[in-house]
Structures are given as structure tokens and as C-alpha cells.
């Protein structure tokens, strides 16, 4: 840009400063085009900001095709004056799929890998849920539309087990689903940077950062009301709209 303009490097940069521009920076988004999208956000957020009496919420998901991935030289640890290494290519040693469910009430998270994530995987997720939370509850669970959570075999269990009531987000917004975040911490905590020469070393890495962390739970809080989300929603669509 600066040859471009005739002007030297610094003084671009001064500029951008001046305007906070960093070009080198780039954000992703996408509005939903759920024809239903504010009745689903109202559906999620509202068990968020007011769960009902005597119920659970649960944000539930898969990660699925989880690699498990083994570097092709061994890696330099960590010391003064360095950073640790590892290899830019990898071995892939197979794939395992997380399925986890997230309490919005203390934090603490379910989760069982599967070889697959199918109908018949997501009902013996929620048979574990079931098991593993109070009788005396209702579970609301926060879902995506993924179309293993409306197989006819799902809804007639869920028909089965009226303590279960099923809220859908809007498409393409994941962000409203809170196990997402929880997905972000055990990728960048523990899976990201680990090394495993098969699938069993990795299911088990995966259940020591569980258990570690349902000993010391963090609570995820959700804050924004459905006419915040609007707002923004409605910002950039104008911003759509004025570029397009």
C-alpha cells in the first residue's frame, strides 16, 4: 500500500493507528436465514436468562471427528529462550466423536466418545444423561439441527421420557448453543497441541481433561437478551445492505 500511495511504510502505519484499522485481522460471521429464528432464539435464551422450576438445561452437541494425530518427529519442550516445537505435519491415527451436554447450572459437563455420532449414538447419549442426572429434574436440552436429533427413533424416545423437552437453535447460529465454548477450551487446552499414536490414547486424554474438570467446574453464563441479539442482527444486515 505504501508504494502504492507514494508514501513511506511508517507513515501507513501511523494511519492506521490513528483510525484503529488492522487489516490483518479478519472476523467470520453469518446471519441466519431461519425463516423461524426469532422464535428459536427466544425458545434457547429463555431457559438461558430464566430456566423453569425444578429443571436442568443442558446445552448438548457432538465434536465429531475428533483426529487423533501423531507428529512425524518428536518435539523440542518448553525452556528459557524457547517455545516448545512440534513438527508442521502430522500422522492421522483415526477419529473419535465427543458428545457432550454442559449444565448451565454448575458447570459440569457430561460427555462419552463414540466411534460415530448416528441416531442410535445420540439416544444412548441421552440414556446417559438421564442416568447421570437427578429424577426428580426436567431436562431442557439445547440443540442444534443436526437431522440425528429428529430421527423418528429420537422422537419416539423423546415421547418415552417426557423429563425431556428439546430446544432447537436457529440455523447457522451456533454461537447460541454454550457447549460450544466448552469445545473451544478442551481444543486449545488439550487437544490442539497433543500427540496420540492411536484413537484409545486420545479418548482417554479427553476423559482426564473431563474429569478434571468437573472437579472444578467453571460456569458459563449466558447475559444477552433476545432484543440485544436483534439489535446486532439488525446492524449488520444494514451493513449488508449498504455494501451490497
Known amino acids: 500500500m505504501a508504494e502504492a500511495q507514494g508514501v513511506s511504510q511508517p507513515t501507513v502505519h501511523r494511519i492506521w493507528k490513528q483510525h484503529n484499522l488492522k487489516p490483518h485481522l479478519v ?49 523440542l519442550p518448553i525452556k528459557k529462550g524457547r517455545c516448545g516445537t512440534m513438527t ?58 443436526y437431522a440425528t436429533h429428529k430421527h423418528p427413533r429420537v422422537k419416539s424416545w423423546l415421547q418415552r421420557n417426557p423429563r425431556f423437552h428439546l430446544h432447537f437453535i436457529p440455523t447457522s447460529s451456533s454461537w447460541v448453543n454454550m457447549v460450544e465454548r466448552w469445545f473451544r477450551e478442551i481444543t486449545d487446552k488439550r487437544i490442539r497441541r497433543g500427540i496420540f499414536k492411536n484413537v484409545p490414547e486420545l479418548i482417554a486424554a479427553i476423559q482426564e481433561y473431563l474429569d478434571n474438570h468437573n472437579q472444578n467446574p467453571r460456569i458459563f453464563t449466558w447475559t444477552a437478551s433476545v432484543e440485544q441479539i436483534l439489535a446486532k442482527v439488525a446492524k449488520c444486515k444494514e451493513a449488508l445492505v449498504s455494501l451490497h
Open 88 to 145: 508442521h505435519d502430522y500422522k492421522r491415527n483415526g477419529t473419535t466423536t465427543l458428545f457432550a451436554a454442559l449444565s448451565m447450572l454448575d458447570g459440569k459437563v457430561i460427555g462419552e466418545c463414540m466411534p460415530r455420532h448416528r441416531h442410535q449414538e445420540f439416544i444412548r447419549f441421552l440414556k446417559k444423561i438421564d442416568s447421570e442426572t437427578p429424577s426428580g429434574f426436567d431436562l431442557h436440552i439445547i440443540a442444534d439441527n
Open 27 to 75: 472476523k467470520t460471521f453469518k446471519i441466519s436465514r431461519d425463516k423461524h429464528f426469532i422464535e428459536k432464539l427466544y425458545d434457547v435464551v429463555g431457559p438461558y436468562l430464566n430456566p423453569p422450576d425444578k429443571s436442568i438445561v443442558l446445552c448438548v452437541d457432538e465434536k465429531s471427528q475428533i483426529q487423533a494425530l501423531d507428529r512425524t518427529q518428536p518435539g
